[in-house]
């Protein structure tokens, strides 16, 4: 049996530990196993760049940030785009998977590599996708790896901000990851204690944060701690469409540094803003996710032995588990406004904006 592995979108921690899941489960369980790693996700496959890995390729990568086969962004709206000889990149992967001899492919990524993913497997390949993201917002899994070790950094950000924001008498406006959804922010924002918590699904009132802060300072607390997610606006930026937003931004693609601006005003306090960015994605993947990590390798490597395709692998209520790739694509699974965790933060006076 041949099996092609490729690691789609955005990196995480956590890549490799699935990659040596997966490979380690498969030389185990599988006589006659063939093993094809596919370079720089969907762009390999479409340029056709693969190499066989042996054994020694899944070792000693359980704690190695970053993804040993490469990744690139390939937007799912491109793939069925035919060329000047009628030819599309769903057309060139198809070729491939047939030229590469594959049986099977395993897909690493987030929700766009799930879209591209049901449409291959809809046109004939036998997929099985894995869900990757540091932004957790997959549909039909609880978790997805790389979640939870961004969390960590995240929170240990905020947590380091605690300190210089005290001596300095300062608020610390620190912009986390997630365009869409607002896990991480919330998350990272709880963990760290944060006193402001934004997110890209509740829109919010500048003038409610700022009025926040007031009150903070007001019962002798000089600092604060603002987490907002990149995709965070607010409520009049809500009802505006994606374009006229950015335009009205000018050039600013986050609403960070005018909230940082507009708090300093409003509320006549001393405002910084720090943006970690990528190191939300960079380094080892943190213990949970090692685990995590196995656990969805190994099981994707069960399922390439029973033939299971047009799946995705999922964590349901503490089992894991498969979702149809056709259940699962297109969908995203955003905060809910009155979820658990909000319900938690608004319980103890974190101010959500709204
Ligand atoms: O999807 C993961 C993510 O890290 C988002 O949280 C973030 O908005 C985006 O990717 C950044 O993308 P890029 O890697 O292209 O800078």
């Not at 390999?44 to 070792?59: A, P, V, Y």
């Not at 380091?160 to 300095?168: E, G, I, Q, V, Y």
């Amino acid at each position: 049996m041949k099996v092609g592995i490729l690691t789609s979108g955005g990196d995480c921690p956590g890549l490799n530990a699935v990659i040596r899941g997966i490979g380690k489960s498969l030389f185990e369980n599988i006589k006659n196993i063939e093993l094809i790693g596919i370079a720089d996700g969907y762009g390999g496959l479409i340029r056709g760049e693969c190499r066989k890995m042996d054994k020694s390729d899944f070792t000693g990568i359980l704690t190695l940030g970053g993804t040993i086969l490469g990744t690139s962004r390939q937007p799912f709206k491109l793939m069925t785009v035919e060329d000047e000889n009628s030819v599309s990149r769903l057309d060139l992967m198809k070729q491939n998977y047939k030229k590469m001899g594959l049986d099977c492919l395993l897909t690493l990524g987030g929700a766009g590599t799930h879209k591209t993913a049901a449409l291959l497997s809809a046109e004939g390949c036998n997929v099985i996708g894995l869900p990757k993201t540091i932004d957790n917002d997959i549909w039909g899994t609880d978790v997805t790896f790389g979640f939870h070790t961004a969390v960590d950094i995240a929170t240990e950000c905020i947590d380091r901000l605690h300190s210089t924001a005290a001596s300095h008498g300062r608020t610390m406006i620190v912009e986390i990851m997630g365009n869409k959804a607002g896990w991480l922010t919330l998350y990272s924002g709880l963990a760290g204690g944060a006193d402001v918590i934004l997110l890209p699904e509740i829109p919010f009132s500048i003038d409610k944060v700022a009025k926040a802060i007031e009150k903070r300072a007001d019962a002798g607390k000089a600092f604060s701690i603002v987490a907002v997610a990149e995709g965070a606006m607010t409520k009049e930026e809500s009802k505006m469409k994606k374009k006229e937003r950015l335009e009205k931004r000018g050039g600013e693609t986050t609403i960070t540094n005018r909230l940082a601006k507009e708090i300093a005003e409003k509320a006549r306090v001393e405002t910084r803003v720090v943006v970690p960015g990528h190191i939300q994605r960079g380094g080892s993947p943190s213990a949970y996710d090692r685990v995590l990590s196995t656990e969805f390798g190994s099981f994707a490597g069960k399922l390439v032995k029973e033939e299971k395709f047009g799946v995705t692998v999922a964590m349901v209520k503490g089992e894991v588990t498969y979702n149809a790739l056709a259940d699962i694509a297109g969908k995203a699974k955003l905060v809910p406004d009155d979820c658990q965790e909000v319900r938690t933060a608004e319980s103890i006076g974190i101010c959500l904006g709204r």
